[in-house]
């Protein structure tokens, strides 16, 4: 029996420490920590997939339960979570807002975070022994060790503003804002690394940049302007097809990357920039757009007339700076790119489940829903398979329903893959 309830408490431990290090679950018992809250709420509120929150909500497990009026609720536990979060808030509000790049605040963040664990979780679980915490604290520190070992750490970060963008980090006063790290278990158990920097010039000019890492790999960069132009080591070319392609080739010799060499090359058959300007090479697409002040390029692998646009590479250009850049390309995989599902089937689908379709609208199920013939539309947009990379074709069926519901509901979504005909995802929304 005492075995059982050591196991029990290691369990809880684990999810509680779990749900702190993702930010979505994070954000979930913020909301349940205010009120209770339903399915539909909470998807509404966090603008996620049905089957994304369904994971979420079982991966925080005792954290929270379901009520009888189908709303959840944060448990004692999920309460002591809170009471954790809220303390480590507390701390970091009083801690100097500009801090130097290094790894001490890394090791105190990490102890902290641990200390008010187990404190908070003392009071829920009421451990009996010092033996016990010291214990507990021990498997937390190893995990939390274990976790850091794959971020990418600053000396990736930096290597990609001094040698991709050619900032000139030297002319600034760089803080590290903030930096979190994570296991995406949707993304078939990458790391995540999130960073965030905030640089000043002499003149007290900031500019703040966010980095994400996913397996050590650049995943986004956003350059955020708030105040000034950045400075650069060296001066930019004054096209920006020129500066597109300077930038793509230091990305290469960053990065390393085989397929960067095709995108390259296609940039090589562009005289000029056109708005919706296409050229395919093989399975790559080039995409390009563009308006008075942005110029964007999109890469993305295209197969059997499929755009899978979740694989892509982007980069965005404003006033001929590089503001935005995205490299899912590495991260995604086709797992079957033959389309057995028509359009016209995949309408059939949607409307023949929408006849059985029970759903809980206000904690209150509801059933008979009728549509309009017409659907409102029908995308082809590529979409992942359970917690994998690999990218199978997918349909995006929206139907106008024949009357509004609570909550002004009005339109229902079906996800349908287009390879199998299988339902994925059902929801009911208002436009």
């Known amino acids: 029996m005492v075995a059982d309830t050591h196991q029990h408490e290691d369990e809880i431990y684990s999810t509680m420490f779990t749900s702190l290090k993702h930010p979505v679950r994070r ?154 790290v994570m296991w995406r278990a949707d993304l078939g158990g990458m790391s995540e690394e999130n960073m965030e920097y905030s640089l000043d010039d002499s003149h007290l000019n900031r500019i703040n940049i966010k980095l994400r890492f996913l397996n050590n790999h ?42 960067l060499t095709k995108m390259i090359s296609m940039l090589d058959t562009i005289s000029r920039v056109e708005n919706n300007k296409e050229v395919v090479d093989g399975n790559l697409k080039l995409v390009i757009y563009t308006d008075v002040w942005s110029v964007r390029f999109t890469w993305m692998h295209t197969e059997n007339s499929i755009d899978y646009q979740a694989k892509s590479l982007q980069m965005l250009f404003q006033s001929n700076i590089l503001t935005l850049m995205t490299d899912s390309y590495f991260q995604y995989t086709i797992g079957n790119a033959n389309l057995a599902i028509s359009q016209d089937q995949a309408i059939d689908i949607a409307k023949n489940h929408i006849k059985t379709l029970t759903y809980n609208i206000e904690g209150q199920p509801v059933s008979g829903f009728t549509v309009q013939n017409d659907p409102v539309s029908v995308q082809q947009v590529p979409h992942t398979r359970g917690n994998t990379v690999a990218l199978y074709p997918y349909w995006y069926v929206q139907l106008k329903l024949n009357q509004i519901y609570a909550g002004g509901l009005n339109l229902v979504t079906v996800g349908i893959y287009g390879d199998t005909g299988v339902i994925s995802d059902v929801q009911l929304r208002s436009i």
Not at 27 to 35: F, P
Not at 78 to 107: C, D, L, Y
């Open 27 to 180: 954000k979930i018992l913020r909301m349940l920590g205010q009120k209770p809250m339903t399915f539909t709420e909470i998807v509404g509120e966090l603008e996620i997939s049905s089957p994304n929150l369904t994971y979420h909500l079982e991966s925080l497990g005792e954290l929270v339960y379901k009520m009888d009026n189908d709303r959840y609720k944060l448990s004692a536990f999920g309460q002591a979570t809170i009471n954790a979060m809220k303390s480590i808030e507390e701390v970091r509000e009083v801690e100097p807002k500009r801090r130097t790049v290094t790894s001490r605040w890394r090791m105190f963040y990490v102890g902290l975070m641990v200390t008010v664990i187990l404190l908070a979780s003392f009071a829920a679980l009421q451990y009996n022994s010092i033996s016990e915490l010291a214990s507990a604290q021990q498997s937390l520190t190893t995990e939390i060790q274990k976790l850091q070992a794959y971020g990418a750490g600053s000396d990736k970060a930096f290597g990609f503003l001094k040698n991709v963008t050619k900032l000139d980090t030297t002319a600034y006063a760089v803080s590290l804002v903030d930096n979190d």
């Open 218 to 259: 650049l995943s986004r960069y956003d350059l955020i302007m708030t105040e000034s132009t950045p400075l650069f080591g060296q001066s930019q070319p004054s096209d920006v097809l020129q500066n597109a392609k300077f930038t793509l080739a230091r990305y290469k010799v960053y990065s390393g990357d085989d397929y």
